[in-house]
């Protein structure tokens, strides 16, 4: 089984300033697909960015970005120039593919942007 | 708006009773995805449909059960409820073909007094 560890419970970030949130998995697989999900206190879930493991450049989505290891099977996001509206729960999720597309989350980091 | 609808947002009831939440996909997704958010936890995933057959199961209880019907709308049944089953209940969608994020839908919150 696939198992995704997030060991910051909860992390705060000064307002404008960056922040990285870590995150490790498990697999024996080698192609496979990570996520990084927000919650806010609606608790809607939204997609913040993605990263197929094939690929070797770290993807980047406005003022998120990844930092990719797949040797150390690390995934860690960091988010620049922090918001008030950054404020929310960060799930990282694993995908194998062929297996029904099957998401596995971790525990998630609880992110508080200070003003 | 993720184009994904869950209803009803609020659902509350007495142990012993049946529920079932309704989620309806994005427009030509084929595959939904039902998940447990307990308080203050992370997802679980519980099942999968892909164009009305099962495709995966995770971490269901006997009491739980889905279906997805063939205007790919999709129940998840609750039955023998007991105050562990209190959570917030989401459904998501994908596309069909290649690898894609799954879109949520915004949750049903049960609980169960």
């Known amino acids: 089984a696939q198992t995704v560890t997030q060991s910051q419970p909860e992390m705060s970030v000064q307002e404008a300033e960056t922040v990285t949130l870590s995150c490790t998995y498990d697999?024996?697989?080698?192609?496979?697909?990570l996520f990084w999900y927000k919650q806010p206190p609606s608790r809607q879930m939204i997609l913040v960015i993605r990263?197929?493991?094939?690929?070797?450049q770290n993807a980047t989505e406005n003022r998120f970005s990844v930092n990719f290891q797949k040797a150390a099977k690390s995934f860690s996001l960091k988010i620049s120039d922090s918001q008030l509206g950054d404020t929310a729960m960060y799930f990282c999720?694993?995908?194998?593919?062929?297996?029904?597309?099957?998401?596995?989350f971790g525990t998630g980091t609880s992110l508080t942007v200070i003003p | 708006d993720s184009g994904v609808t869950q209803t009803p947002k609020h659902l509350i009831t007495a142990t012993g009773q049946r529920v079932t939440l309704r989620c309806s996909p994005r427009?030509?997704?084929?595959?939904v995805y039902w998940y447990q958010q307990s308080l203050d936890q992370g997802l679980q995933f519980l099942i999968q449909?892909?164009?009305?057959?099962?495709?995966a199961k995770g971490n269901i209880l006997e009491r739980f059960s889905a279906q997805q019907f063939p205007d790919l709308h999709s129940e998840l049944n609750l039955s023998s409820l007991e105050l562990g089953d209190s959570a917030l209940y989401f459904c998501?969608?994908?596309?069909?073909?290649?690898?894609?994020?799954?879109?949520f839908g915004p949750g049903t919150r049960l609980t169960v007094l």
């Open positions: 990263q197929e493991a094939y690929k070797q």
């Open positions: 449909y892909y164009n009305g057959e099962e495709r």
């Open positions: 999720a694993f995908m194998k593919p062929n297996t029904g597309n099957q998401f596995y």
């Open positions: 998501a969608s994908s596309p069909r073909g290649t690898i894609n994020e799954q879109f």
């Open positions: 427009s030509g997704d084929l595959s």
């Open positions: 697999t024996s697989e080698s192609n496979y697909y």
